[in-house]
């Protein structure tokens, strides 16, 4: 019931969720006090990811410094900054299929508007 479903949510803050697996075929979950985030298990892939987090935040960095030059010559010249059809061949082309990727680069995108737009408008600021 509903009732019991917003019961149960109002625990999930204060406990660590486990999902098992009973034949392969039904899922419970399991609501325990134990906090499980420094599980020797875990380690080698936290680190990993860790690693994989800080390539990202570089890329990410040096993608940021591009998209402002991008952004500063479509201001100077007068090009759009919203290209959907850019993005769209960009896509296909990186031929990225999967939900989570594709959600991942279409907020990267979004955040490139955004800062795009910022630097047009401090550019144009600077315009007597």
Request: hydrophobic share 35%; glycine share 2%.
């Amino acid at each position: 019931s509903m009732t019991s479903l917003k019961k149960f949510l109002t625990l999930l803050p204060a406990r660590q969720i486990t999902a098992k697996t009973i034949s392969g075929k039904i899922f419970t979950i399991e609501l325990t006090k134990k906090h499980t985030e420094d599980h020797p298990s875990l380690q080698p892939f936290r680190q990993a990811l860790k690693e994989i987090d800080r390539s990202i935040a570089d890329l990410l960095e040096k993608r940021k410094e591009m998209i402002s030059k991008i952004g500063e010559i479509k201001c100077e010249q007068a090009i759009p900054i919203i290209q959907p059809t850019y993005f769209e061949q960009k896509l296909k082309t990186l031929r990225i299929s999967d939900d989570y990727t594709r959600s991942v680069f279409e907020e990267i995108h979004r955040c490139s508007i955004k800062e795009q737009i910022k630097n047009a408008v401090k550019i144009l600021k600077l315009i007597p």
